[in-house]
């Protein structure tokens, strides 16, 4: 938890990210104004949750298939993979009739976009009473 002084109209604050981040993180952001303020009409508390994308480059595997161009039906046929980066992977192989694939409308799936997409938040934000406490009782 990191808390940064609002002095301006904007703020930034830079975050290290880590692998163990990945995919994303979410950045709650609360902003506490003075309770005796008059400049505003802006509640006492706001706040607000972002996702921050997070990339780990070292998740992403390249495979290569060495093959024929073509392979018929009920003949032999040898397949090599292998992965471009000598990475460990496992790997299935499903060998289907391209015309069938077209009549379906299949669509090769992105199994890194499928592990790696967003997470969802699964905490309820809080209330921050106890940090307006804590301020109100620092200053």
């Known amino acids: 938890m990191r808390s ?9 604050l830079y975050i290290q990210s ?8 979410y950045a709650y952001v609360t902003v506490v104004q003075p309770h005796a303020q008059t400049i505003n ?10 996702p921050v994308m997070v990339e780990d480059p070292q998740t992403r595997l390249s495979p290569k298939l060495e093959m024929a161009d073509e392979i018929r039906s009920q003949k032999p046929f040898e397949i090599k ?10 790997y299935t192989i499903a060998v289907v009739d391209e015309g069938l694939l077209d009549i379906t ?6 199994p890194w976009k499928y592990f790696y997409a967003v997470k969802r938040l699964v905490s309820r934000p809080g209330s921050v ?5 804590c301020v109100r009782r620092n200053t």
């Open 4 to 12: 940064a002084p609002a002095l301006r109209k904007a703020v930034q």
């Open 18 to 25: 880590k692998p163990e981040m990945a995919p994303n993180i």
């Open 41 to 50: 009409d802006m509640p006492v508390r706001l706040y607000g949750v972002v």
């Open 81 to 90: 993979v292998s992965e471009t980066s000598k990475k460990p992977m496992t």
């Open 105 to 110: 409308g299949f669509k090769t799936p992105d």
């Open 129 to 133: 009473r106890f940090c307006t406490w």
